[in-house]
Structure formats: structure tokens, C-alpha cells
């Protein structure tokens, strides 16, 4: 058994919240209205003002809570009758009939396992399970060289087809288990962002477990301030503060949904290539993009990807990323170079 492991387990995450602080969000001079409450295994805010305050909080509650409803009815692994669990069910190779919003996200998976050359990849759930850090808990051990190995097995990003006519999801193998814990979460940011655009809301930042989207201005009249933290095992602290303007951030890390084994730690991102939890220096990836789904599903695969090759990738495709890594001295910054005029510290 894991000598310490994070407690909270329910819906797309653990322990979701490797937060980046919300250092706006903190501020005691904030008035504008807000609404709270908790999903995917973790809490979700939103916050706007100026000429839309008149907007009922109660509608907004009503209309997010029904809408992370629907995502969660599709896309989690923590709902029995969910489509994805649906999905992952099917006993049997062949197509699944789906909705197009699930088929949107597969194939926004799809495009980043591409690109990531497999560092990202949604069939890792097996794994994600074979580690205890999936839906599946019960009798968590630490697994065998031969357990791994056997969990690789069904592993196959590529092979998850999607079509439009019919709206289906082809499943490869009837042990291929999808898991879109990597990339949901962005994915319902972004859907909550579109409510409050919707109602011509100009000014609002909205988080779901530390994946962020901010548009316009904070209250203060400057921009959103948006904290990252160090990423430390124990106590929290500001390593980075970045200014978000019409923008997604997405954090991911490993020092907040771990377990400890014979000395060592084994984090909730997973090697597909190896089977195994990563295990570099490289200890938090934030990424930046307009799609907070997208900047979401980079995280994870930049932090497989490990910090040279991260940087590397971040620095040939344009992206905006903040990698920090472990090192002797101390935890270490370094910017791509999209990212550093966001850097307000
Ligand atoms: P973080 O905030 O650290 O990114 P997330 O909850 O967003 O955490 O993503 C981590 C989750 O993604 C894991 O718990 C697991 O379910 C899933 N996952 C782990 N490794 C991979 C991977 N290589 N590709 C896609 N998803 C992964
Ligand atoms: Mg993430």
C-alpha cells in the first residue's frame, strides 16, 4: 500500500486541485458578483463585473450547474451510466453511438496525441486505474513489472476513431478504457466561459480546479492576475505570476495527487510509453492558450514529454509555457518564449 496518497477521490480527478492561486480571486477588495460549488472532484468558480452585475447570480448557478451536469454525464468516468462509461463498457469491438460534443473532445485528444507523439493519450486509463489513481480503487497494490506491461497492452490513441453520420466513437477492443480527466476539466472551463460570454459579459475569470479562463479586466481596472504555484509537496506559495487576458491557463504537476513508495514518489501522470508514473525533474507545466481545453490536455503532455523536449516543442510550435523543475539549487523557471511577456514577477 502507498505510504501517503491524497484522500479526496471522485469524478475526473483526485485531487484536482493542484491550483494555481487565484490571487484575484483572494483579494478582499473583490465585489463583483460570484458563483461557487464543487464538480469533477474539485470546486468551480466564476466571477464577473462591470455592466452585467445586474445578472442574477441565481441564473448563472442554475445554468453552469446544468451545464457541468451534462459534461459530467458524458465525459466522466466517476458516473456508471455516463456516456464514456457507457462507452468503455461496451463489450465488444466495433462502433458506439454517441453525441457530437464527446466526439469534439476525442478528436481535440486525438490532435495533441498526434502532435505529442503519444505523450498524451486518453487510453491510458487502464494505467490510470492500474496505478489507483483512476474511478477503479479497490485493492490497490503497487503493480508488478507484468501487471504494466499487460496494462500497456491497450494503449492505442490512434486507434479511437471518431464519425460524424452516424455520431459514433469506434472502440478498438473491448478492454479499451478512455479516461479524459486530462483534458474535461479545460474542456468545462471554456463551456462555462461560453455561458458568461453569452450573456455579453466582458469581464470574468472562471476556474474548475485550478484550470483557469479570464476575459477583459479584473476589478481593479489591470488585468487578471492569475498566481502559479511552487510546486511543493508540502504548503503552498507563488512561484509565478502570469497577466491572463481573454486566455486559458492550464497547470498540470505532480506534487499534489502522489504516493510515496520505498522513497520514492509516483504522481497521477503516467508515461505511456513506459507505463509508469514520469519520473524527471520536471516538476509543473502551465501552458497558455485561447482554448482552455486545449492548454489542459498540453499540460499533461508536456509534463510527459519531460523539460528539455517540452521546451523544445514549446518553443517550435509557439506556445506559451512556464515549465518548473526540481533542482538542486532549488525549483527553477523557464519561459518559452511566447510566454515570458505574460510574466508579470
Ligand atoms: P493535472 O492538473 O496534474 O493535469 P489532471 O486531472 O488535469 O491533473 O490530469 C491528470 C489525469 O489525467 C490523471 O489522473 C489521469 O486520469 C490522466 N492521465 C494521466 N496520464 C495521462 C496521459 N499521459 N495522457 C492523458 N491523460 C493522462
Ligand atoms: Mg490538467
Known sequence: MPSSKSSSRSHFTLIAALCLLLLSACSKEQHGPQVSGETMGTSYSMQWHGQAETLKIKTVRLLA??????????????????????????????????????????????????ASEGAFDITVGPLVNLWGFGAKLEGFAFPSEAEVRIARLTLGW?????RQQPLSIFKPAENVYVDLSAIAKGYAVDQLAQLLDDFNIENYMVEIGGE??????????????????TPMHEGRSVEAVIGLNNLGVATSGD???????????????????????????????????????????????????????????????????????????????????????????
Do not use: C
Request: hydrophobic share 40%.
Open 65 to 114: 450547474e446544468k451545464r457541468l451536469a451534462e459534461i459530467n454525464q458524458l465525459m466522466s468516468t466517476y458516473i456508471p451510466d455516463s456516456q464514456l462509461s457507457l462507452y468503455n463498457a461496451q463489450d465488444h469491438s466495433g462502433w458506439f453511438a454517441a453525441d457530437a460534443e464527446l466526439i469534439s473532445v476525442l478528436d481535440d485528444a486525438y490532435a495533441i496525441s498526434q
Open 255 to 345: 506534487y499534489r495527487n502522489y504516493f510515496e513508495h520505498e522513497g520514492q514518489s509516483y504522481s497521477h501522470t503516467i508515461d505511456p510509453r513506459t507505463g509508469y508514473p514520469v519520473q524527471h525533474n520536471l516538476a509543473s507545466v502551465t501552458v497558455l492558450h485561447e482554448s482552455t481545453t486545449v492548454a489542459d490536455a498540453w499540460a499533461t503532455a508536456l509534463l510527459v514529454l519531460g523539460p528539455q523536449k517540452a521546451y523544445t516543442y514549446a518553443e517550435e510550435n509557439d506556445l506559451a509555457v512556464l515549465l518548473i523543475t526540481r533542482e538542486d539549487k532549488g525549483y527553477v523557471k523557464t519561459f518559452s518564449s511566447r510566454m515570458r511577456p505574460f510574466i508579470l514577477n
Open 158 to 162: 490512434d486507434h479511437i476513431q471518431t
Open 212 to 229: 483557469i479562463k479570464a476575459k477583459g479586466i479584473a476589478e481593479h481596472g489591470a488585468v487578471w492576475r492569475i498566481g502559479i504555484e
